[in-house]
């Protein structure tokens, strides 16, 4: 028995263009995109992302019947693919950007960690500073030690919290790029 099932993204639209582009926002429209002022797709793909498996999707798109007859399907499809095209590309390049400054805050990050070592070290060895009181010595080695590994702390953030949803947009673009769609009318 198959656990996973068939997730259907439905997404009702007046226009075309909403479906890339965000409308003007009116919220006693019929349609949602427009209530909210928000481009249906990118939407559509935040909300159903909370849902599960994007394994199996389908998108369906409801047009006015009268939007169906005046412009072809294959328009549809093609202008569908060139917008999710454009987010992976997007995306690719956001990804390069991020892990090239990821490398260098860590590269940064760890040379403060090693010179804050070297520095506890330095103070904590006695024939160097033979003079200074032990609580200080203690309260100088205590304090660079903690300086020095939460330094570490927006590069690991970064690493954790936002390299996943990067990571996870291009992977929904990918399988919504090969997903049938379903164009019907409203």
Not at 42 to 56: E, K, L, N, Q, Y
Not at 61 to 69: D, R, S, T, V
Not at 95 to 109: C, D, E, G, K, V
């Amino acid at each position: 028995m198959n656990s996973q099932k068939n997730q259907n993204i439905t997404i009702k639209i007046h226009d075309l263009k909403n479906l890339f582009i965000a409308p003007k926002q009116n919220p006693l429209s019929n349609y949602e995109c427009i209530r909210s002022g928000e481009a249906a797709l990118p939407r559509a793909i935040r909300f159903h992302d909370v849902m599960g498996t994007w394994d199996h999707v389908k998108l369906i798109i409801q047009l006015p019947y009268n939007k169906i007859e005046s412009m072809k399907v294959d328009t549809i499809h093609d202008s569908l693919h060139q917008y999710l095209k454009g987010l992976l590309e997007e995306n690719q390049f956001n990804l390069f950007i991020f892990r090239r400054n990821a490398i260098r805050i860590f590269r940064n990050a760890f040379l403060f960690l090693a010179f804050c070592m070297a520095l506890i070290t330095i103070i904590g060895n006695e024939t160097f500073l033979p003079n200074m009181p032990p609580f200080l010595r203690t309260v100088l080695v205590e304090g660079f030690t903690v300086v020095g590994w939460v330094v570490l702390w927006r590069p690991l953030e970064l690493v954790l919290n936002e390299l996943g949803p990067m990571k996870r947009k291009k992977m929904i673009c990918q399988k919504l790029l090969v997903a049938p769609i379903v164009i019907v009318p409203a």
